[in-house]
């Protein structure tokens, strides 16, 4: 068999090997991707420019119908509706809608509530400019052994990684990475490491409180980050900073692990709630930033020359009065990191081509108070929304609900279109994300 | 014709081409810079049920899909050989011939897995056409079967396709150079049982990752018994097994040592399946399984009552390291203690509640 094989291998690579090595270059040129810069590497690409954005919106009592919302907007160019609201799909009930991410063939839009603990799945395929909710998983605390506040929803192949935030015994910040299959089936609960957990290394820093969960495939390694719990989110803002106790309930800890076998390998102390993590892109960049809400620091979590990882704190986000950096985006070519800072509403731009030395590069005042951002793939599109939680959002005037979307050509932001999502009685808005008619292969990305 | 050679030449030139990708002995490459887990040092808990459908095979046979997704550790690939872009179909077949490749080197794999390529595009891809790709694996009976099927519709394919999450769509331009179809890359792990374990992308596809795999499964089920018996999972101490059971008896055991702390220590799920009534359930028990008061947290359970309660009365197969204890019941001929297993459990994942079929 081994000879047959062999004499048929070189002769058909004599015939077309040298196509087959042009085809592999072609699929892989990155030209060819396109998508929101924070997704999931195993995420099935948009072929081209986005063309709808989905806003995983809370409810406002008195506002409107008062639910949760999944709202979709109209950003293909030329559209007629272009910028407009083209389509709304209201819960029941208010659940602190958060995050949200795609199974990985892109034909299911996962939505969390970080306070009923409830998974609402829409069909994004069928039909990408109406998504029609499918299902809502209703038991998440009880088939996840305990796990409560599911927050993202990351796409895995086959499956998707929700890394919660808190759990049901104490509604403190103890939780789990719980995984379900694309089905919507229950798979396994992993709880992020303690003090106690056997063979970690840096094992004194771990806190077992737990925020984002990504990947570094050409690594095999999973990083996740640290927040608070559930008793904690829920309670309104300027009560919970008045309480000592209860503000030592943050994650102080980032913790490295084996993807493949799910088990944690390092903890790096990171005080001060690290969120976001956003893995670098190029296939050479073995690094993540993260930036901790309530020190304002920028951190890098990279593997240095022995092969080792290494965390360290490498800015100061917003001088030192503290800002409260809250989401990230990173730019597909690892050069430009936009940070949203909630406390004073603006985002700041950071040069980061030396990953160990960012250079804040530009800022500019988006609203009263900012939370999330998308940025489109080639990097000339940035999507910013309003929401931080139901309960931690700004009263009064201060209290602007927005999305708004600007254009970025290196050096400044310019806006395209604004939505008052106030005015338009849909709520608080919350995660964006990117949809489209036009859903390449689900090849890994250039991770 | 054309179609099935560019797929083959790009199915070996991916091999070739990427020998470094593929090349298991040498370690790390660009794309997979890591080092492989050892197999059975981790856990590969079930995805879901391995679908059942009606395939034809390359000889044009009918058959159930189930026939060949069962008795062996699958690996089971989704492709169309119009396929030409490099990271998808020839990339996966790939992968498979390389398993394909190191069976002949290793008898355990070549008894215990089975690899399968099943088309997606059956229009295309005839019982004739797949026939030609059962070339890539030979007529050697020393290495692992390997099975090239398609479909005689699409009205048999849909359901199989839905309901492994395999996603296709025909691409705008037909005569795109990389082929036709848009898809995802899918290639699943199934268990002897037919439970999918793991399911490979792209970015995951590494053929020491899906090798590591196999074997951990393959030590799971001590090459072909899955579940294990008792007995079996004696011999099997110190190695990752699965051992099939029912909880007769839940039992919370508490420290009565320390009068001051009586701080429940472990639950013991025990099957006291033999019937010697003098003694306690726990003693007569010829499986335990515990759960140590430090996982309590793990299973979400309030106190280890509860937890005890949970288990009890169920059918599950507990995965583990196995141990062993002198049975304080059973004797040999030599009137020595047998050994019974036992298998700490930490993690929720370790353990599954099975219907009655499945043990």
């Known amino acids: 068999m081994t000879t047959k094989l062999s004499n048929l291998k070189l002769s058909a690579l004599r015939r077309v090997g040298v196509g087959a090595l042009t085809l592999g270059a072609l699929f892989t040129n990155p030209h060819l991707r396109a998508d929101e810069t924070c997704s999931s590497p195993y995420l099935a690409r948009i072929e081209g420019q ?104 990351y796409a895995l192949p086959g499956r998707v990684l929700i890394p919660c935030l808190s759990n049901a015994r104490d509604q403190g910040g103890h939780t789990a990475l719980v995984e379900f299959s694309n ?102 960049n073995n690094y993540a930033f993260t930036a901790t809400a309530l020190t304002s620091k920028l951190w890098l979590c990279y593997e240095d020359r022995n092969g080792v990882w290494q965390a360290k704190e490498i800015a100061t986000i917003g001088g030192e009065g503290g800002v409260i950096p809250v989401d990230m985006s990173l730019s597909a070519d690892d050069q430009t990191l936009f940070v949203d800072c909630f406390g004073d509403g603006k ?90 008619t036009k859903i390449g292969n689900a090849t890994v990305a250039a991770k | 014709m054309k179609q099935t050679k560019l797929f083959l030449a790009t199915t070996l030139a991916f091999v070739a081409i990427g020998g470094q990708v593929l090349a298991i002995n040498s370690g790390r490459t660009p794309d997979h810079d890591y080092d492989v887990p050892t197999p059975g040092s981790y856990q590969l808990p079930v995805v879901k049920t391995a679908a059942d459908g009606e395939v034809l095979d390359h000889r044009g046979r009918q058959l159930r899909l189930s026939e060949i997704t069962k008795g062996r550790v699958t690996v089971m690939s989704f492709i169309y050989t119009r396929c030409a872009a490099a990271k998808a179909c020839p990339m996966a077949t790939g992968v498979l011939l390389e398993l394909h490749r190191q069976s002949a080197r290793d008898a355990t794999l070549a008894k215990g897995m089975r690899l399968v390529s099943m088309s997606f595009d059956p229009e295309n891809d005839t019982p004739q056409r797949m026939a030609m790709f059962a070339n890539l694996a030979g007529k050697n009976r020393a290495v692992a079967d390997w099975r090239f099927i398609t479909t005689a519709s699409q009205t048999k ?112 799920l025990t099957d006291a399946s033999n019937g010697d009534n003098r003694a306690t359930p726990v003693e007569r028990a010829s499986v335990i399984a515990r759960i140590p008061v430090s996982a309590l947290e793990a299973f979400g359970a309030a106190d280890m009552d509860e937890l005890a309660r949970r288990f009890e009365g169920n059918k599950v197969i507990v995965t583990g390291i196995v141990a062993t204890e002198p049975h304080p019941f059973r004797h040999d001929a030599q009137g020595r203690n047998q050994l019974r297993p036992v298998i700490t459990v930490t993690d929720p994942g370790q353990i599954r509640t099975v219907n009655s079929q499945q043990l």
């Open chain 2, 157 to 268: 394919l849909q359901p199989i396709l839905a309901a492994y999450g395999q996603a296709v769509n025909r691409k705008d331009n037909p005569n795109d150079p990389t082929g036709p179809l848009n898809h995802t890359l899918r290639v699943f792990l199934i268990d002897e049982a037919g439970n999918i374990r793991n399911i490979y992308s792209s970015g995951t596809l590494d053929v020491r990752l899906v090798l590591a795999d196999v074997r951990t499964l393959l030590l799971e089920s001590a090459a072909g018994e899955l579940p294990l018996t008792a007995a079996a999972a004696v011999r099997k101490a110190g190695q990752i097994g699965s051992v099939a059971f029912q909880v007769k008896t839940a039992a919370r055991v508490t420290n009565i040592t320390d009068k001051q702390n009586p701080q429940p220590l472990e639950v013991l």
């Open chain 1, 347 to 436: 985002v700041r731009v950071f040069d980061v081509s030396n990953p160990h030395q960012p250079k804040q590069i530009y800022e500019k005042q988006i609203g009263k108070q900012l939370n999330m951002v998308s940025q489109s793939w080639d990097g000339k599109r940035l999507y910013f929304s309003s929401s931080l939680l139901a309960k931690w959002d700004k009263l009064g005037d201060d209290n602007e609900q927005f999305v708004r979307a600007y254009n970025w050509n290196g050096k400044e932001l310019t806006p395209t279109f604004a939505l008052d999502f106030t005015a338009l009685k849909l709520g608080r808005p919350h995660h964006m994300l990117f949809g489209s």
């Open chain 1, 183 to 284: 089905d919507g089936d229950y798979i396994a609960t992993h709880w992020l490491p303690t003090k106690e957990t056997p063979g970690l290394e840096g094992a004194e820093f771990a806190d077992g409180y737990g925020y984002d969960a990504r990947v570094l495939p050409r690594k095999n390694v999973l990083l996740t980050t640290s927040f608070t719990g559930l008793k904690n989110y829920t309670r309104p803002f300027g009560e919970l900073i008045q309480d000592g106790e209860a503000m030592k309930q943050f994650g102080n800890s980032m913790v490295l692990w084996n993807f493949h076998t799910r088990q944690p390998k390092k903890a790096f102390h990171v005080p001060g709630a690290p969120l976001e993590i956003r893995w670098a892109w190029g296939e050479k």
């Open chain 1, 50 to 153: 986005e063309e709808f954005v989905y806003v995983w919106t809370l409810g406002v009592e008195g506002l409107g119908d008062g639910a949760d919302k999944l709202v979709t907007l109209d950003v293909k160019p030329g559209s007629k509706n272009y910028g407009k609201v083209i389509h709304t799909h209201s819960l029941e009930g208010r659940h602190e809608a958060h995050h949200g991410g795609f199974t990985d063939d892109r034909r299911q839009l996962w939505l969390s509530g970080l306070e009923s603990s409830k998974i609402f799945i829409y069909d994004v395929h069928t039909n990408p400019a109406k998504p029609r909710h499918i299902k809502t998983i209703e038991n998440f605390e009880k088939i996840t052994g305990g796990a409560v506040g599911p927050h993202g929803v």
